[in-house]
């Protein structure tokens, strides 16, 4: 059975950090592209950060470039959220999703998630 297991958010002030965790113990994980989405105010997942299965390529979203790191232990089959610096904007629950595809930002794209985990900056 696949699944993901998110950990690690909170509520945080401004300019504070929060590293997420996400564990993927039934997944084969060499053969699935990692990636963070949020769901905030807005209708839909937003993109936030990608890890490639293979080469080590990452993807940010602009509004997160900078500030956030994402990586990806592949013995340990975990992969992590760095954030720095956030904002009252970050706030949102954040999931970890597996996908087939080298890259993807579309979140319909991914085939497995996670529960979630919310994160909370207030200002």
């Known amino acids: 059975q696949v699944y993901l297991v998110e950990s690690g958010g909170g509520v945080v002030q401004s300019g504070d950090s929060l590293t997420l965790t996400c564990a993927a113990p039934g997944l084969t994980f060499r053969s699935y592209a990692l990636g963070w989405f949020r769901h905030g105010s807005g209708e839909e997942r937003e993109f936030v950060a990608f890890?490639?299965?293979?080469?080590?390529?990452?993807r940010y979203a602009d509004s997160v470039k900078g500030r956030f790191t994402i990586s990806r232990d592949n013995a340990r089959k975990l992969v992590t959220l760095q954030m720095n610096n956030l904002r009252p904007e970050d706030t949102a629950v954040y999931y970890c999703?597996?996908?087939?595809?080298?890259?993807?930002?579309?979140?319909?794209?991914?085939?497995?998630w996670g529960q979630g985990t919310q994160v909370t900056v207030s200002s």
């Open positions: 999703g597996a996908t087939p595809q080298y890259f993807s930002s579309n979140w319909r794209t991914y085939m497995y």
């Open positions: 890890a490639s299965a293979s080469d080590s390529m990452t």
